[in-house]
């Protein structure tokens, strides 16, 4: 199977695969997920998008019955079941299958959705061009959940902008984009927004922040704003698939292109832990 899918144990073709009705996430978006890269077998940072998967689980109560090592089967099953040695992997636990109601029950069993696609990394020398958009989301940004109609709606803004991302922010603070993290180098620091409660704590920043460690460049966690963005040394976009882009345009206007030797040496370390970590 090119695309696997899998519901709860079950497994099929993506295409053919059935969730009921009943499930809470299909009237009330009741759930978090999770989602990274495969490459040769091997699920790419593993041990760190399982930590953020338990924890949004706990942030909103779902109580998931499989342990790390069991979730961690059930989603090589689905790796190995497809006909593809490189993709997307994506996992997902809604709070169950009952009656539409605001209220639910305690012990109520989650379920669980696995689906791999494929997918290509963002090549590092691919550049994006963004928009910014205003941040008209929750407060409870930290944690994955299903609820992403805001950010639907802003990135489907970008690709009719025929850009490639959109960046949020509140009044003038920038949080983070549609789907990804946004941060910027300036004057020799690798800045990125506080990792509170307005943006997700992406596992692709936790990396970049680690490699900047390595590499002696100073962090910065802190507010700044979108005029601060725009005129930043660098500007980049990471998630999952484009783990260190460089973005060359906001809003129409050229940015960042000022720092290159830094944002090279993030690029580098970046492709050497993802090379090491799925085979060469």
């Known amino acids: ?36 890269t495969f490459r040769n077998g091997h699920i790419f940072g593993k041990e760190d998008h399982l930590d953020r998967f338990y924890n949004s689980c706990a942030l909103i109560g779902i109580r998931f019955p499989l342990t790390r090592e069991e979730l961690t089967r059930e989603l090589l099953r689905v790796v190995e079941a497809n006909e593809c040695d490189h993709g997307m992997l994506y996992w997902q636990a809604s709070r169950g299958t009952a009656f539409r109601d605001h209220a639910y029950a305690e012990d109520m069993r989650p379920n669980l ?5 494929p997918y290509d990394l963002w090549p590092m020398d691919r550049t994006m061009d963004l928009i910014s958009v205003e941040d008209t989301r929750f407060l409870h940004c930290n944690i994955k959940t299903l609820n992403l109609l805001p950010s639907v709606m802003a990135y489907q803004q970008a690709v009719n902008a025929g850009c490639h991302e959109a960046v949020f922010h509140r009044g003038g603070r920038v949080t983070e984009c549609a789907h990804s993290n946004v941060l910027m180098l300036k004057n020799g620091v690798l800045c990125t927004p506080p990792r509170d409660n307005l943006i997700l704590p992406g596992i692709t920043l936790k990396h970049l922040l680690g490699f900047a460690e390595q590499l002696g460049i100073p962090v910065s966690e802190a507010p700044f704003t979108l005029d601060e963005l725009r005129t930043a040394d660098e500007v980049i976009v990471s998630n999952s698939g484009a783990l260190c882009a460089r973005a060359v345009t906001l809003d129409g206007k050229p940015v960042g292109g000022k720092d290159p030797e830094r944002l090279r040496a993030l690029r580098e370390a970046y492709s050497a832990r993802y090379l090491a970590e799925t085979g060469n």
Do not use: H, Q, S
């Open 1 to 36: 199977m090119k695309n696997v899918g899998y519901y709860n144990g079950e497994l099929g073709p993506l295409e053919e695969m059935k969730v009921p009705m009943l499930d809470r996430a299909v009237y009330f978006g009741d759930g978090v997920y999770d989602a990274t």
């Open 113 to 117: 959705m696995i689906f791999t696609t």
